[in-house]
């Protein structure tokens, strides 16, 4: 079955930083892009960051460029979101997901999972 575990969430201090994992299993992970969504309490899901397969191409959602970086290591099944200077505003539920592609955005297959819960206090 094809799964995607997240881990790295934490409690920061505004201006702090972690490092988000997700291993992905039960699919070829080197054919698909791979992104990072976020819901805060009571607001939508939305897109955080893209990367893609081949090239590697990344996108970055306006709220986060130039603080948080995404990558991916194709021989361990991961991709990764590290998040720098964080801000409160950035607590949310984080959760990676497959998509058909960057540019087009939508979610291809696999569950969202349970996610990982970054908290950045002020």
């Known amino acids: 079955e094809v799964q995607l575990q997240a881990s790295g969430g934490g409690l920061v201090q505004a201006g702090g930083s972690l490092r988000l994992s997700c291993v992905g299993s039960?699919?070829?992970?080197?054919?698909?892009?791979m992104a990072w969504f976020r819901q805060a309490p009571g607001k939508g899901r939305e897109g955080v960051s893209c990367?893609?397969?081949?090239?590697?191409?990344?996108s970055y959602a306006s709220f986060v460029k130039g603080r948080f970086t995404i990558s991916r290591d194709n021989a361990q099944n991961t991709v990764y979101l590290q998040m720098n200077s964080l801000k409160p505003e950035d607590t949310a539920v984080y959760y990676c997901?497959?998509?058909?592609?960057?540019?087009?955005?939508?979610?291809?297959?696999?569950?969202w999972g349970q996610g990982t819960l970054v908290t950045v206090s002020s």
């Open positions: 990367i893609s397969s081949g090239n590697g191409t990344t």
């Open positions: 997901a497959i998509l058909d592609s960057c540019s087009r955005g939508t979610k291809a297959f696999g569950s």
């Open positions: 039960g699919f070829t992970f080197d054919d698909v892009a």
